[in-house]
């Protein structure tokens, strides 16, 4: 099976650097309606016929983006009729929600803010709420229904083999993206600040789940785990790392960490 994860165009709050989370108003700018067209004829070019279920945020930016890459697929060969799935929101960022990230980093949440972008694994607001929990969990919940059985008869009218395996695709988030993309590979919530998951707008990852070869992670399914995964979108293809590459390096990255924020011995 592959999972193909992509996230929306650009919006006018992307555009001001205005914080998006569950706030569903902002919509495609005209440029963000060009890297949805953009996706989409990517997606046709490489991938047509071979797509067989669509999930989708129900939020209107996710919404719109679906419906560019729809126009782009065209008649002929449309993609299957999407499921919208509220669990593929954005995270919930609460009362920064709305407001510039220029103005929640230098107004009276500074500390906060700055909490948050060095760490967001451990960052909780004031009440004890902690949003990237929260969100590794939905992530999780999201795979479980991603990873549900396909019926007999959708498998029979498909195909299931290595010139065809079932292909999803998701149309969401980039907070999102990034918890589903580690929470797929087997990483620690700590992964969630690495650049390599940065999820640019209509950007679209490749995971692909078989045999299990390495380490199990929490969506091994009957002996199939996802394997490794790939950018695909924008730009050329890059290679395929594996779940155990990566968990290799996430390792390394806490091991670093660990030592250089590890406080010095004492002189006596």
Do not use: Y
Not at 104 to 109: E, L, M, N, R, S
Request: negative net charge; proline residues 5%.
């Amino acid at each position: 099976r592959r999972f193909f994860i992509a996230r929306h165009g650009q919006t006018s709050w992307n555009f001001e650097e205005r914080l998006q989370g569950t706030i569903d108003e902002s919509l495609l700018t005209a440029a963000g309606e060009l890297q949805a067209a953009g996706l989409g004829k990517r997606l046709v070019a490489e991938e047509a016929g071979r797509i067989d279920a669509v999930f989708v945020s129900s939020m209107q930016r996710a919404r719109q983006t679906h419906d560019a890459v729809q126009r782009a697929f065209g008649q002929e060969v449309s993609l299957p009729e999407p499921t919208f799935s509220w669990e593929l929101r954005e995270i919930e960022l609460f009362q920064w929600q709305g407001r510039l990230k220029a103005e929640v980093a230098t107004g009276p949440d500074a500390e906060h803010w700055h909490r948050w972008k060095k760490s967001p694994a451990t960052f909780a607001f004031d009440d004890g709420v902690k949003p990237l929990h929260e969100l590794w969990k939905r992530a999780q919940n999201c795979w479980d229904e991603l990873l549900l059985p396909r019926s007999a008869c959708e498998a029979s009218a498909k195909g299931d083999d290595a010139t065809h395996p079932h292909t999803t695709l998701v149309i969401a988030h980039g907070a999102l993206g990034r918890a589903l993309l580690a929470v797929a590979l087997g990483l620690p919530m700590e992964s969630f600040n690495d650049s390599r998951f940065q999820f640019d707008n209509c950007a679209w990852a490749e995971l692909e789940m078989g045999p299990m070869a390495g380490t199990p992670t929490s969506l091994s399914r009957d002996g199939m785990s996802i394997t490794k995964w790939r950018w695909r979108h924008p730009g050329p293809a890059s290679e395929w790392s594996t779940v155990d590459e990566e968990q290799a390096a996430a390792r390394a990255r806490l091991e670093s960490t660990a030592a250089v924020e590890a406080p010095e011995p004492m002189a006596f």
